[in-house]
């Protein structure tokens, strides 16, 4: 994927991934200890009845979706950033997650004629069809045809 | 840290951290395959001279320090988002990292009088000083005093 492969308006789906109790576990130990993350005791006497996912780790999984829907040789030169993030909904052990992507803008580089900035909407969606995350990205891409 | 204890324009300081070229792969093999997270030699012939870590794992480490900033004895109930996220400069192998936070806003829940949103501006920094992160980040928080 390329900077002239996204077109505003378009969409694609990428593949699933389903999260494991010992993986959220695992992130949680290392990343974001809140109990909720990390001892299924607690999190079942918390507001959310059970053991969920760190957001970061919920991001991080759709980071992982885009990267396999874009392939491994696109023009990606990483991210100036994220303009809007919402968790939503919990991801709890054994969801299965898809992301549905559109393309909101494509702006050509100014000064860089090789490459351009893409916004795009993510929704990530759980085996229930319900929106467990939205984010609004920015990414660096190479044009295929650089001169 | 409870609801009461976020005060509009108070700053704080976390700890720090060290970030491993071996953390970097691993997280980049798990979540973010793209060939400057997680192949040395195409890092040193990418646009960034290096192996530079993923923006969600700059993110994740930054969560793990705010969250041992906060005790584990936190009121937090989780997080409903980020409004803006910036990935300013790369994070290498052998950087230190910490964070500055401070609170924007503290807005008492309308519906559940046992709560508030926080909205906290963080700044991660390097061991040279130099911005490499910043974020919007909102949290909601349960109040110490609860009727």
């Given at each position: 994927m390329f900077f002239e492969d996204f077109q505003p308006g378009e969409a694609r789906e990428t593949g699933s991934v389903t999260v494991t109790k010992e993986e959220i576990l695992a992130f949680g130990r290392q990343f974001d200890p809140q109990p909720f993350h990390v001892d299924e005791e607690a999190a079942r006497r918390s507001p959310f009845g059970g053991l969920i996912a760190s957001g970061w780790h919920t991001a991080s999984l759709c980071m992982r979706l885009i990267v396999e829907l874009l392939?491994?040789?696109?023009g990606s030169l990483g991210s100036?950033?994220?303009?809007e993030l919402r968790w939503l909904k919990p991801v709890r052990p054994g969801d299965e997650l898809t992301v549905h992507v559109e393309v909101l803008e494509a702006i050509p580089s100014r000064s860089k004629p090789d490459r351009g900035l893409v916004k795009l909407h993510y929704t990530m969606r759980n085996q229930g069809g319900e929106d467990v995350m939205t984010m609004i990205a920015l990414g660096l891409v190479l044009r295929r045809e650089r001169s």
């Open positions: 392939g491994p040789d696109s100036p950033g994220i303009d």
